[in-house]
């Protein structure tokens, strides 16, 4: 029995999420004469900037947007985590985020979830009835349950990601189409699962919008090149959001958010060789390649997007801090962040977040002593490369920000008021009508 075989009004509500990776509350709120469908989202329901987490990385957002956690709780920080009591990194996937997602509260309450593409979810679980893994799986062989799924999605070209290396290219056409290619087969296959399966949540992400605003943003805010190509993808978006909103029946409430917002970048910020420079980090080889590769003398070391962390005696294997003199380490590492000037005067950092601060949970023994949220016009880089200059610039021309991130309720009764993205999760139980225990999240429903 697909979802249009129910009785409208019959059953328990229901919702569906769309996911679109990175896009800022401002572009659509200030143009809605050229995206109509979100304009009608927030005319029926509500819509309003919230505001991203700490880091705004998407590898840690998605976990904290699905759980309504903190990473201290998720156990995933970035892209690149640490092993604890090591110097060993990995790339955190699916299994590695420690609490329970929004799909799994709503498959424990008897009812059940679609999920589709949502960064951080390979391997595919088996414990919902469909799910096709987003950014950082290997390959659709591999992301897709059951396996009949891979088979209807190769008949689309569905793609999980689009290329991002065309986007390194200065002639970006070949990436603007791939882009086209990307999001018009995974909407082809949200609209398909929408109204052929028997779901109380759908869950799914458009993350190609984050790839095209990290290869054309500047060319949108600055009236650059490919600014109107940059429109044209956006305006496909925001028919794409109209037409899935059309499809879903009266009894279904539609959500449509980011995982964090976007600037133009002027300047990439190369950390690790900052820190070396500025006497915090050295090396055991002139080659480095890793966080292993680092001297027994490493203060501090960094994490990308702006972690920092303490090389403290009893939790580093090489530490050299004692932890008698961690606070006042931590605090001229502090200082010295936010004294930092980029090549033009400007200061890079706009504030640093100290751990307790942002993270707390089980799993806040690989949190980072400090974050860096940049000003805008910055990326926070922070390779073991050894690279040759502190501030540099590279193909990308837009970055994350920790403002100025999207939510739209299709819902006349949600009220979005200084929120974030731990009330999202809260948001979807409280209009599915699972229940919950206030203290089971970071975040409060807004409705």
Known sequence: MGLFDRLRGDGDPRVAFIGVDGVPYSLLSENEELFPNFAAIADDGTAEEISSIVPPESSACWPSLTTGMNPGETGVYGFQDREVGTYDTYVPMGREVQADRVWDRVQENGRKATVMNVPVTFPPQRNVQRMVSGFLSPSL??????????????????????????????DKAEFIEDAHATVDAQYEAFQHYIEEDDWDLFFGVFMTTDRVNHFLFKDYERDGKYRDEFIEFYKKIDDYIGQLRDSLPEDVTLIVASDHGFTSLDYEVHFNEWLREEGWLSFRTDDPEELDDIADDTTAYSFIPGRFYINLEGREPRGSVPEAE???????????????????????????????????????????????????GFDLKSGFKGDAEIFDTGPRNGMHSFDDTSLYIDHPDATIDNADLFDITPTILDLMDVEYSRSDFDGASLV
Request: hydrophobic share 35%; charged share 40%.
């Open 141 to 170: 062989e591999k992301a897709a349950y059951p396996d009949d799924v891979r088979d209807y999605l190769e008949t689309l070209d569905y793609r999980i990601d689009v290329n991002p290396k065309l986007g390194h290219q200065e």
């Open 326 to 376: 961690y606070d006042a380490v931590r605090d001229e590492l502090k200082a010295d962040l936010e004294a930092l000037e980029g090549p033009d005067g400007d200061p890079v950092v706009e504030r640093v977040v100290e751990k307790e601060e942002a993270f707390r949970g089980d799993h806040d023994d690989i949190a980072p002593d400090l974050v860096a949220i940049p000003n805008n």
